[in-house]
């Protein structure tokens, strides 16, 4: 049983636990001089989610590695850089699918676009060891950490 009301609901699967079966309603469906939302790709909707790649950084005893989901994309298709400042910047691009002129697109979800995200390294990143794997759309970037020396305490002798 549906919490959402058949009104709003009409003709459309829906489901408050399942998130991705809810569509945009529009409210000007059906008058004769709007464009449904459903019929125009947004631009904004395409992009924003490929842009805001979700990205984990831990730090290990030896490194700190970062994980990003890239699930689509080849190797050639992602730059990794370090930056003079210490900045990791991982970026890539994911190309538009091509359209037919026939073609009837009846759902757009998976996005597209170009990505940027940038990090501040710490000081103790090795910056010049830094290494980079892509294997089944996850990137790995591991940048291992210089060993922190202690302190030496040295005793001074006070004369006088």
Known sequence: MS??????????RSSIF???SLDIWDPFEGFPFSTTLSNIPSTVDETSAFAN???DWKETPVAHVFKADLRGLKKEE???EVEEGRVLQISGER??????KNDKWHRVERSSGKFLRRF????DAKTDEVKASMENGVLTVTVPKEEVK???VKAIEISG
């Open 3 to 12: 919490l959402i009301p058949s009104v709003l609901s009409a003709g459309r």
């Open 18 to 20: 399942d998130p991705f």
């Open 53 to 55: 790649t979700r990205i």
């Open 78 to 80: 992602v730059k990794v």
């Open 95 to 100: 190309s538009k699918e091509q359209e037919e």
């Open 120 to 123: 501040r390294l710490p000081e």
């Open 150 to 152: 202690k302190a030496e």
